[in-house]
């Protein structure tokens, strides 16, 4: 399977705590597929930049999460309030941290003839900003349902705040499962 990288979504956020913002860009391979199409995808990217372009570290989300426009959303916010931000995403077996760190089982391959990931653990992963480390994973909620149609694998994420400016915002990740009328 041959592919090329293109930059795809972005978001920026003080990393470090230096006061500056940092960039991160999502790479997407040239066969990423929408969940209506299938196909099996290239490995999606998270990289961390410095404002003069030197990559601080990379995120490669692995084999169980397929690349395209509704499978990989990411935040970056300072959530525990320690003036560097982190970066909050969906992750699932053989995603490797922006240090090394494998989650879960690393030669896991859950992709079905077909090129969809309809099984296998998924997670919730917060990383630290400064080097991508793992901070914490939990799994990810709510889970994957009965896969019915296109839009079974759809998610997007949001972080509220429900009372500022006393309490923390938190991630909170959302999944979009259909039935198809008959």
């Given at each position: ?6 930059a795809?979504?972005m ?106 990931v309809?099984s296998g ?30 839009t ?5 994420s ?25």
């Amino acid at each position: 399977m041959s592919y090329t990288y293109s930059a795809n979504d972005m978001s920026v956020g003080d990393l470090d705590g230096d006061g500056q913002y940092e960039y991160l860009v999502k790479w997407d391979p040239s066969n990423a597929k929408d969940n209506s199409q299938s196909g099996h995808t290239g490995n999606v990217f998270i990289d961390a930049y410095k404002l003069n372009g030197t990559r601080l570290w990379r995120i490669d989300l692995g084999r169980n999460i397929r690349a395209g426009a509704h499978y990989t959303q990411f935040q970056v916010f300072d959530y525990d309030g320690d003036g560097r931000a982190e970066i909050a995403m969906k992750t699932a077996d053989a995603t490797v941290s922006g240090t090394g760190q494998v989650i879960g089982n690393s030669g896991a391959d859950h992709r079905n003839s077909s090129g969809y990931v309809l099984s296998g653990p998924e997670y919730l992963t917060i990383f630290n900003g400064a080097n991508g480390a793992i901070l914490d994973t939990i799994n990810y909620q709510p889970a994957r349902g009965n896969v019915n149609d296109s839009t079974a694998a759809r998610t997007s994420s949001t972080a509220p705040w429900p009372s500022a400016p006393t309490d923390r915002p938190c991630g909170t990740p959302a999944s979009a499962t259909a039935t198809p009328s008959t």
